[in-house]
Structures are given as structure tokens and as C-alpha cells.
């Protein structure tokens, strides 16, 4: 019943923008920190950016480039990505924890959503 959705991933060229989103049911996520995080092959899990009441993160490698936003009416956070890099290519994740503070170790998140592919290539 508590689910949160990714959607907006795809296949992009380098230098071109994305806009993902995770669609959250069943809870509001107005007490929550949400974050993102990527994976992508052979490598491990990493926290790319997140968003509470508190503070905004962004990792280093996407300062500059990515934005995280909430748009309350619908219960759905973005992270708008711009200036892609073939680096940027991996499954996105959206996860959440009712929190006032932001995190980076995804241990600490209790909801997550499913995935969703972005690809960057010439």
C-alpha cells in the first residue's frame, strides 16, 4: 500500500536533460527525507542527492547539473538533470524516510521505489 514510483528515465545524448520523478502513495511526503540514489554496473550504490525539511544535498559528481524539487499537490519529488554525462548512465532510485534530516547511507531509508534505467550515450 506504501509505495513510491519511479518514472521519466530513458536514453539521452551526452550534454542533453532528463527529468525524473517518484510518484509516493499511500503516505504524504512532507515529513520525510527523500533521496536519490544510482547504481550502475559493477559498481556500488551511491547517494546522488536528497531533499528534507532541513537541508539539500548533492553529491559532488552532479553539483551544478541536477536539481531536486517537491511539488506538494501531487505528493511527487523530481530530480531534473541536466548537462548528462555517459558517467551519469545507471538505475535511478528514489527512497524515503520519515526524518528531518538528510541522508546519504541507504541503510537509513525504510521505503524505496523500484528503478528506473537512465542511459547516456552518443
Known amino acids: 500500500q506504501l509505495q513510491l514510483v519511479e518514472s521519466g528515465g530513458g536514453l539521452v545524448q551526452p550534454g542533453g536533460s532528463l527529468r525524473l520523478s517518484c510518484a509516493a502513495s499511500?503516505?504524504?511526503?512532507?515529513?520525510?527525507?527523500i533521496g536519490w540514489f544510482r547504481q550502475a554496473p559493477g559498481k556500488e550504490r551511491e547517494g546522488v542527492s536528497c531533499?528534507?525539511?532541513?537541508?539539500?544535498y548533492y553529491a559532488d559528481s552532479v553539483k551544478g547539473r541536477f536539481t531536486i524539487s517537491r511539488d506538494n499537490a501531487k505528493n511527487t519529488v523530481y530530480l531534473q538533470m541536466n548537462s548528462l554525462k555517459p558517467e551519469d548512465t545507471a538505475v535511478y532510485y528514489c527512497?524515503?524516510?520519515?526524518?528531518?534530516?538528510?541522508?546519504?547511507?541507504?541503510?537509513?531509508?525504510?521505503?524505496w521505489g523500484q528503478g528506473t534505467q537512465v542511459t547516456v550515450s552518443s
Open positions: 527512497a524515503a524516510v520519515r526524518s528531518y534530516y538528510c541522508s546519504g547511507y541507504e541503510r537509513a531509508y525504510d521505503y
Open positions: 499511500g503516505f504524504t511526503l512532507d515529513y520525510y527525507a
Open positions: 531533499s528534507s525539511d532541513s537541508s539539500t
